[in-house]
């Protein structure tokens, strides 16, 4: 062991003539362990926010959508997708029909948004049909039904998300209402299509957005309720590589022709993403802030040490002993205080944080937050900043005190011993 390494640790562990200064060493260890796993557990929550934030989206979205420029829909769909199809990094399509609708049981109604699908096509770009918790989404792939007017119609069949069954008090086969904005002209007026479903199934995605507001019907079926056959609202697709997204929708615009735009995943949630960025930044700089409060009681704890220790630097310097070696002596200890402290946060803070991931014991409010819970993502590499950062801060704090005690003259210190 180096000289000045082992006089600090020998300081470190001596018993102190003022009891003040060891007090001062246990706060500024613990400070240091508190900041290092604050930030850790901070870093992680935001990581885990932006992690299953991404996940739930590109799981219940597509990462291209093609679309109209004018709104009344894609005709002739099924010879574009076939051309698209084909298209390198297109891996998956689907077509769907979009439409707002109303849907009541009994007294209780929400509005909700109808997505007609080919469930086949569907599942290669959308996992909502895999997550249905209750029921069963098979209902969906069966023929078309009867049409409606006959004696043996049946109604077609919905998948509705959980919040939404909740909201309306719907279950497993439930009839439920579905009533569209786009009514049929009569002498008495516009009076609004409606159909019965039936509900063979309920979804639960964890995204509030989808739970709350979203049912699945076959293809036909919305494109009868809305009156408009042979036409979809858009092209889902997916992608072999999600963060070129934007460029591979230029490729698909250009391939569809005039009147056609794309939009991608990227683009539906920049500002989501850009706010959770910003939020990691500034929670590391608020957070930060109890690492430099322990850096404070560093400085302290250093400076009463310098002053306690006179007499014994002194008797050092006499013996040969350079104010440079001096000065490594207490930035040496500074520095061990500050490694006590950060090995003791980033345990303390990797613990919490898995325990936090696996557990799941922290529930959130999923209207506010779009989650259920409170994800957890800890990353090694903000362990390597984190612990850099806590180190560099208490070398800052030991630069002072270090200083002066490499200043003191031994003449000066011994003159009155």
């Not at 007609?116 to 209750?134: C, F």
């Not at 858009?234 to 070129?244: C, E, G, M, T, W």
């Amino acid at each position: 062991m180096r000289f000045e390494l082992f006089v600090a640790s020998r300081y470190l562990r001596a018993k102190r003539r003022q009891a003040v200064i060891g007090i001062i060493t246990a706060i500024s260890i613990l400070g240091v362990a508190a900041g290092v796993a604050s930030l850790i557990l901070a870093l992680a929550i935001t990581n885990g926010m932006r992690r299953d934030l991404q996940q739930r989206l590109l799981g219940s979205t597509a990462h291209i959508e093609l679309m109209r420029i004018a709104s009344d829909g894609i005709e002739n769909w099924r010879s574009l997708t076939d051309r698209l199809r084909r298209l390198p990094h297109v891996t998956a399509d689907a077509p769907a029909l979009y439409g707002q609708v109303l849907i009541s049981r009994g007294a209780r109604s929400a509005g909700a948004l109808v997505k007609g699908i080919l469930p086949n096509e569907e599942r290669t770009v959308s996992t909502l049909l895999d997550n249905v918790k209750e029921g069963s989404a098979s209902a969906l792939d069966a023929n078309a039904p009867t049409p409606v007017g006959s004696a043996n119609a049946q109604p077609p069949p919905l998948v509705i998300g959980s919040d939404l069954a909740e909201q309306i008090g719907a279950s497993v086969g439930n009839t439920v209402l579905v009533t569209s904005p786009q009514g049929e002209l009569t002498p008495f007026g516009l009076v609004p299509k409606y159909q019965r479903f039936q509900v063979a199934g309920i979804f639960h995605s964890g995204f509030y957005q989808y739970d709350s507001s979203f049912a699945l019907a076959r293809l036909a079926d919305v494109q009868h309720l809305f009156g408009e056959p042979n036409v979809i609202s858009l092209i889902s697709f997916k992608v072999d590589n999600l963060y070129h997204a934007d460029a591979i929708g230029r490729e698909i615009e250009n391939v569809a022709g005039k009147g056609f735009m794309t939009t991608n995943w990227m683009e539906q949630n920049r500002e989501l993403f850009r706010a959770l960025r910003l939020e990691q930044v500034v929670t590391f700089i608020v957070i930060g802030l109890i690492v430099c409060v322990a850096a404070l009681n560093i400085l302290i704890a250093l400076t009463m040490m310098v002053m306690e220790k006179t007499r014994d630097i002194a008797v050092l310097m006499s013996y040969g002993v350079q104010p440079s070696q001096v000065r490594r002596i207490f930035l040496w200890q500074g520095m061990l205080i500050s490694i006590l402290g950060t090995s003791a946060g980033l345990v303390l803070g990797y613990g919490l944080a898995w325990a936090g991931g696996h557990y799941r014991f922290i529930h959130l409010s999923a209207e506010v937050y779009s989650l259920d819970y409170l994800p957890f993502a800890p990353r090694w590499q903000d362990g390597v900043i984190v612990a850099l950062v806590s180190l560099g801060v208490s070398l800052v704090a030991t630069l002072y005190p270090s200083s002066s005690a490499a200043k003191i003259l031994p003449a000066e210190a011994l003159r009155y011993e």
